[in-house]
C-alpha cells in the first residue's frame, strides 16, 4: 500500500489502522485500494471521495500514524484516541488528552499564538477569539487570523517562518519574537529583520523553499501553502506530508519537487526552469528527466553539444535526408529537429523521449556513444523506455538527478 511508511521498524500502515478502530471496512479499503491504483490518488482522498472517509477522520489517523511512527504514542493508545474522533466528532488532540495523555514535545515547542501575543501582532483577546472559531470550524488559527483580517497574509508568512526556524535551532525563541516586532514595524521579510540584528545569516548558495517551488509551479496557491505549513508545525510533520495528507500533492509529485529543489541547491537548475521543469512533471506525469530535456533547461557549451540528429542518425534510427529536411523546418533547434521527425512519421513520440535522455546522458558525461546507439538500437527492437534499456543491457547510469538506468 501507498501509505506504508518506508523505515527500519515496522509501521503500521494507514488502511490498518482505519481498520482496526473501525473507521473502514475492509471491503471499503479493498476498493479504495484499487481506485488508487486505476487513478494515482491517495488513497485517503479516494476514502474521502467514496465517502468512506470524513476529512476529520483521515487527517486524525494520518497525525496518528505519525504520533506511532515517532514513538510519541502507543498503538493502543491511537486506537482508543482514534475511535474516540470517529464516534464524537473530536479533533486526535482532543481525544488523546480526555484519555489522560499530555504532549510533552508540544508542550516545548514555540507555539503560534504565543509568538503572536508576544510580538504584538495581535492581542491576548484576539488570540482567544480565534482559537475558539479555530476549534468551532477546524480551520488552522493562521488562517482564521488571516480571514478575519485581523492578521496580513505577509504577517502570518513571517511569524510562521520565524517557527520553523526556532524548530530547527537556527534562532531562539527571543530572536524570533524580537524579529518579528521589527518586521511588522519596518515592513520588511522576516528574514531581512533577522539578519539586520545579526541573528541569522541567509544560506549563500541559491536554494528554494519546498512551499516556494510549488507555488511557483502553479501546483497550489500561497494560502495553501499556509494552511499547509501552519497544519505541519503544529503536528510536526513535514509541510510535504501535509499536502499529500489533505490530497494537495500526490508522493510522486511530492518526490520530484523534492529532487528538483536540490537540483537549484547545487547549480544544475535556477528557481523558474525548475518550477516549469516540475510543473511538467505533474500535468504530463513524465519524469524529471524527460521534462528537463524537452525544456532544455541544463546548461552547455555549445561548441560540445551533441545534437540530437546525430545520436538518432549513428543509432541508424533516421538517415542524412531525414536530419535536413526537418533542420529545415527547425532552424538547427536540437528540441525542435525532433519534434519535427515525429511530425513527419519518421521516428515515434517513444523513440524521441528516449533520445531526449540519451542525449542528456551523453552531455553530461554519464554515457559514451557506443553505449547511446546500442541502447537506441535496442529501445527501437523492445519498445521500451531508455532507462529500461539500460537496465537490460546490464548499463547502471547514475546522474546528477539521482536517477538509475
Known amino acids: 500500500m501507498a501509505e506504508a511508511i518506508n523505515n527500519d521498524q515496522k509501521v503500521i500502515r494507514l488502511g490498518e489502522l482505519l481498520a482496526q478502530v473501525g473507521m473502514v471496512q475492509p471491503d471499503e479499503l479493498t476498493e479504495a485500494i484499487q481506485t488508487s491504483a486505476d487513478t494515482g490518488l491517495p488513497i485517503g482522498r479516494v476514502l474521502i471521495m467514496s465517502g468512506f472517509l470524513t476529512d476529520q477522520e483521515l487527517q ?76 468551532e470550524t477546524g480551520l488552522p488559527l493562521g488562517r482564521i487570523l488571516v480571514l478575519t483580517q485581523t492578521l496580513s497574509d505577509e504577517l502570518l508568512t513571517a511569524a510562521l517562518t520565524a517557527q520553523v526556524l526556532v524548530r530547527d535551532n537556527k534562532i531562539t525563541k527571543e530572536e524570533a519574537i524580537q524579529g518579528l516586532t521589527s518586521a511588522r514595524r519596518r515592513r520588511v521579510s522576516i528574514e531581512v529583520s533577522l539578519s539586520d540584528h545579526g541573528f541569522y545569516k541567509p544560506p549563500i548558495r541559491a536554494s528554494i523553499k519546498l512551499g516556494e517551488l510549488l507555488v511557483l509551479a502553479g501546483l497550489i496557491n500561497e494560502s495553501d501553502l499556509m494552511t499547509a505549513l501552519e497544519l505541519g508545525l503544529s503536528r510536526d510533520v513535514p509541510v510535504g506530508q501535509i499536502l499529500i495528507q489533505t490530497g494537495q500533492m500526490t508522493r510522486a509529485g ?20 525548475a518550477a516549469e521543469a516540475l510543473r511538467q512533471v505533474v500535468l504530463k506525469n513524465i519524469s524529471i528527466a524527460q521534462s528537463v530535456a524537452e525544456l532544455g533547461l541544463l546548461k552547455s557549451d555549445p561548441s560540445e553539444t551533441i545534437r540530437l540528429g546525430e545520436i ?45 535522455r540519451c542525449q542528456f546522458l551523453l552531455r553530461e558525461g554519464f554515457l559514451k556513444m557506443e553505449q547511446a546507439v546500442v541502447a537506441l538500437n535496442y529501445c527501437e527492437k523492445h519498445h521500451v523506455l531508455f532507462d529500461e534499456a539500460l537496465n537490460q543491457l546490464g548499463w547502471t547510469v547514475r546522474t546528477k538527478l539521482r536517477q538509475d538506468g
Open 60 to 135: 486524525a489517523a494520518v497525525q496518528a500514524q505519525s504520533l506511532i511512527k515517532d514513538k510519541i504514542i502507543e498503538l493502543d493508545l491511537a486506537l482508543a484516541a482514534l475511535k474516540k474522533v470517529s464516534q464524537e466528532g473530536v479533533t486526535l488532540e482532543q481525544g488523546l488528552r480526555t484519555l489522560g495523555w499530555v504532549n510533552k514535545r508540544a508542550a516545548s515547542t514555540a507555539k503560534l499564538g504565543e509568538f503572536l501575543v508576544m510580538a504584538q501582532l495581535v492581542t491576548t483577546e484576539q488570540l482567544q477569539e480565534a482559537l475558539r472559531t479555530s476549534q
Open 254 to 273: 511530492l518526490d520530484a519537487a523534492l529532487k528538483l529543489q536540490e537540483l537549484v541547491t547545487d547549480g544544475t537548475l535556477h528557481a523558474l526552469q
Open 312 to 356: 538518432l542518425k549513428a543509432a541508424g534510427v533516421v538517415t542524412d535526408e531525414d536530419i535536413n529536411r526537418a533542420i529545415e523546418l527547425s532552424i538547427k533547434n536540437s528540441a525542435l529537429v525532433g519534434k519535427m521527425l515525429l511530425v513527419s512519421g519518421t521516428i515515434d513520440e517513444g523513440m524521441l523521449h528516449a533520445a531526449l
